[in-house]
């Protein structure tokens, strides 16, 4: 199971930090994705996290995120964080941690077989 939190209100150029806690297994060894879905729009992909080593991960983001947006993990913590920095009125939105087992990450959520229930994210001055 997938609990998602840390979202809230914040100012335009401000900055948050989901968390996604993992419980029931590890998810260590798991693809951690970030999504996201505004009002009245498709869920759309935030950034991917897949380990590759120990302590080696690769990290992918939309182009929306990227340079703002920072994806991590804490193996000991069982949970992924996704900072979010400079942020903008359109990443309103209702955030969602996913995870999927395997090798490879994707850009779709159809491929991701873990969800948390997500958590609101409004910026807004």
């Known amino acids: 199971q997938l609990q998602a939190s840390g979202g809230g209100l914040v100012q335009p150029g401000g900055s948050l930090r989901l968390s996604c806690a993992a419980s029931?297994?590890?998810?260590?060894?798991?693809?951690m994705a970030w999504f996201r879905q505004a009002p009245g729009k498709e869920r759309e992909f935030v950034g991917v996290?897949?380990?590759?080593?120990?302590?080696?991960?690769?990290?992918d983001y939309a182009d929306s995120v990227k340079g703002r947006f920072t994806i991590s993990r804490d193996n000991a913590k069982n949970t992924v964080y996704l900072q979010m920095n400079s942020l903008k009125p359109g990443d309103t939105a209702v955030y969602y941690c996913?995870?999927?087992?395997?090798?490879?990450?994707?850009?779709?959520?159809?491929?991701?077989?873990?969800w948390g229930q997500g958590t609101l994210v409004t910026v807004s001055s």
């Open positions: 029931g297994r590890t998810f260590s060894t798991y693809v």
């Open positions: 996913a995870a999927r087992s395997g090798e490879h990450y994707y850009t779709s959520g159809s491929r991701y077989d873990y």
């Open positions: 996290i897949r380990p590759v080593g120990r302590s080696i991960s690769i990290r």
